[in-house]
Antibody, heavy 118, light 106 residues
Framework: EVQLVESGGGLVQPGGSLRLSCAAS????????MSWVRQAPGKGLEWVAI????????YHVDSVEGRFTISRDNAKNSLYLQMNSLRAEDTAVYFC???????????WGQGTLVTVSS | EIVMTQSPATLSVSPGERATLSCRAS??????LAWYQQRPGQAPRLLIS???TRATGIPARFSGSGSGTEFALTIISLQSEDFAVYYC????????FGQGTKVEIK
């Protein structure tokens, strides 16, 4: 069974940084696009970033462009999200999601909570 | 940005009844539309892709329809585990979600 396990969330002050990780198993990680999707408390889903199989293409939602960077290490079956200059509005559960070539999210991790507060 | 609008925000349905959820795109997305279910405290789960193709393991009581800008998710004979929040998502141009429809017990 496909497994995606996020880690790295926590409490951080505004302006701070955090690096999220997602460990993938039970599928060929290097064959898939991968994404981060977030959900603010009590709110809906928001796509954050996506990365191609070999890392050659990356896209970020406008609200995090220049602050967040998605990356991956296929040798370690791992996905990352480097988050800098964090703001209160970045507070959310961040999900790692396997992404089909067409663009839908076919498997999800359980998420990791990021809280930005002083 | 393509804006996805779901209606209604909340749908009250009795177990065993049928539920129809709507999703509208601000411009045509073809059939590049997915539906997800999210139960409280859980991650979303893919139900439908390509507007009408059920994901692996999804019961036949879930069906998707539509194309272009108008889409629907129908759940026939609602079971207790179906009471949840449902999101539509387009993947025609970048990736955007609707705000969700909560299906609650009437």
């Amino acid at each position: 069974e496909v497994q995606l396990v996020e880690s790295g969330g926590g409490l951080v002050q505004p302006g701070g940084s955090l690096r999220l990780s997602c460990a993938a198993s039970e599928f060929t990680f290097s064959s898939y696009w991968m994404s981060w999707v977030r959900q603010a408390p009590g709110k809906g889903l928001e796509w954050v970033a996506i990365i191609k199989q070999d890392g050659s293409e990356k896209y970020h939602v406008d609200s995090v462009e220049g602050r967040f960077t998605i990356s991956r290490d296929n040798a370690k079956n791992s996905l990352y999200l480097q988050m800098n200059s964090l703001r209160a509005e970045d507070t959310a559960v961040y999900f790692c999601a396997r992404t089909d070539d067409y663009g839908y999210f076919d498997c999800w991790g359980q998420g990791t909570l990021v809280t930005v507060s002083s | 940005e393509i804006v996805m609008t779901q209606s209604p925000a909340t749908l009250s349905v009795s177990p065993g009844e049928r539920a129809t959820l709507s999703c509208r795109a601000s411009q045509s997305v073809g059939s590049n539309l997915a539906w997800y279910q999210q139960r409280p405290g859980q991650a979303p789960r893919l139900l439908i892709s390509g507007a009408s193709t059920r994901a692996t393991g999804i019961p036949a009581r879930f069906s998707g329809s539509g194309s272009g800008t108008e889409f629907a998710l129908t759940i026939i004979s609602l079971q207790s585990e179906d009471f949840a929040v449902y999101y539509c998502q387009q993947y025609y141009k970048r990736w955007t979600f609707g705000q969700g429809t909560k299906v609650e017990i009437k």
